[in-house]
Structures are given as C-alpha cells and as structure tokens.
Nanobody, 113 residues
Framework: QVQLVESGGGLVQPGGSLRLSCVAS???????MGWYRQGPGKERDLVAT???????NYAESVKGRFFISRDNAKNTVYLQMNGLKPEDTAVYYC????????WGQGTQVTVSS
C-alpha cells in the first residue's frame, strides 16, 4: 500500500510563503498528482495538479500564487504557496488526481496575523 506523507505546513502571516512536500513510499512517476485542501467545515477540494509530464493546472482561487512541482527521483511532489491569505487556512493533502491512494495525515496551514 502506497503511503503519502505531507509536511511543511505551519503558521504564517498573510502575504507569507510556505513550501509543502509530499513524499510517496513508492515510485509515482507515472501518476498525475494533485494537492488538495480541506478548510474548517468545508469539503476537500483539489487546488493544484501536475501530470506525469509535468503539465500543471490550478484552481482559480490559487492561480498565480501557488505552484506545484515534482521530483520523480525523490518520489516527491511540492506545493510552493506565495501571497498566502487567511482563506488558504486548511489541512493540505496530496494524492493522485483521482484520489485512489490512501490519504496521508495532511499538513496544517494556518494563515493569520
């Protein structure tokens, strides 16, 4: 069973930046991967995707501020988050675009002054 481990979250002031990492326990080079987030009282939403060929796509709410990338040699997917806003506060998870892997524990991102 593939395990996903997210890290890099924390408390940051509005306008700040964070870089999240997601390490998979097996090779994910041929998976289309995504970052999801679940805010307080909200459903889990897909915010950024990257194909096996490194084509990216973003939700409108994060476009121009978040950037997804991958390092297949390290079985890792990253999410660079800039210009953070309070509404970005959520637990962030990674998974395949179709979310067919078991969910990791996520990493908490809190944007607050």
């Amino acid at each position: 069973q593939v395990q996903l481990v997210e890290s890099g979250g924390g408390l940051v002031q509005p306008g700040g930046s964070l870089r999240l990492s997601c390490v998979a326990s097996t090779n994910i080079f041929n998976f289309n991967m995504g970052w999801y987030r679940q805010g307080p009282g909200k459903e889990r939403d897909l915010v950024a995707t990257i194909t096996s060929g490194s084509r990216t796509n973003y939700a409108e709410s994060v476009k121009g501020r978040f950037f997804i990338s991958r390092d297949n040699a390290k079985n890792t997917v990253y999410l660079q988050m800039n210009g953070l806003k309070p509404e970005d506060t959520a637990v962030y998870y990674c998974n395949t675009v179709r979310a067919f892997l078991s969910w990791g524990q996520g990493t908490q991102v809190t944007v607050s002054s």
